[in-house]
Antibody
Framework: EVQLVESGGGLVQPGGSLRLSCEAS????????MIWVRQAPGKGLEWVAN????????YYVDSVKGRFTISRDNAKNSLYLQMNSLRAEDTAVYYC?????????WGQGTLVTVSS | DVVMTQSPLSLPVTLGQPASISCRSS???????????LHWFQQRPGRSPRRLIY???NRDSGVPDRFSGSGSGTDFTLKISRVEAEDVGVYYC?????????FGQGTKLEIK
């Protein structure tokens, strides 16, 4: 059974940092691109970043470029999102998602709240 | 980026009645491999999105057959033949043909 389990969310002050993790199981992690998608409270879904199978290519939505870094450790079946210089508008539930023909598998999400 | 536009954004429906959600893309969604990567998701309150339909019209395992997807080019539709109480939530279309993948704004289905 495919499982994606996010962790690392919490309350952080503006300008602070957090590192999100996503532990994958039930499939060969290194065979898939992975993405982070976020959802601000009461809002829709927004793609944040994606990473190639071997980590050699990474892409970001403009609003997080230079502040967020996506990475992965295929030996640990884990995906990460390092978030620096956090802003109030980064407050959201962050989901990790497996990229396949149809984005079928999502984690349960982890809530990041940026507030003083 | 491909812009996905859903309508309506709010959809009050009587139990047992049909419902339809439209999704239009700003560009055609046929991939160079011939597939159209247009998918539909349901998000129940407090839950992660759940895929219902992939590549326009393919229903996921466990999804009731009252859900169906159709369309081509830039116009796509999700239909529910007879709405049930468990269908309450927000429905999103998403395109994965061109990167970055983009989502529609969401359509909130509620029971009238």
């Amino acid at each position: 059974e495919v499982q994606l389990v996010e962790s690392g969310g919490g309350l952080v002050q503006p300008g602070g940092s957090l590192r999100l993790s996503c532990e994958a199981s039930g499939f060969t992690f290194s065979n898939y691109w992975m993405i982070w998608v976020r959802q601000a409270p009461g809002k829709g879904l927004e793609w944040v970043a994606n990473i190639k199978k071997d980590g050699s290519e990474k892409y970001y939505v403009d609003s997080v470029k230079g502040r967020f870094t996506i990475s992965r450790d295929n030996a640990k079946n884990s995906l990460y999102l390092q978030m620096n210089s956090l802003r109030a508008e980064d407050t959201a539930v962050y989901y990790c998602v497996r990229v396949d023909g149809g984005y079928a598998f999502w984690g349960q999400g982890t809530l990041v709240t940026v507030s003083s | 980026d491909v812009v996905m536009t859903q309508s309506p954004l709010s959809l009050p429906v009587t139990l047992g009645q049909p419902a339809s959600i439209s999704c239009r893309s700003s560009q055609g969604l046929v991939h160079s491999d011939g597939n159209t990567y247009l998918h539909w998701f349901q998000q129940r309150p407090g839950r992660s999105p759940r895929r219902l339909i992939y590549k326009v019209s393919n229903r996921d395992s466990g999804v009731p057959d009252r859900f169906s997807g159709s369309g081509s080019g830039t116009d796509f539709t999700l239909k529910i033949s007879r709405v049930e109480a468990e269908d309450v939530g927000v429905y999103y279309c998403m395109q994965g043909t061109q990167w970055p993948q983009t989502f529609g704004q969401g359509t909130k289905l509620e029971i009238k």
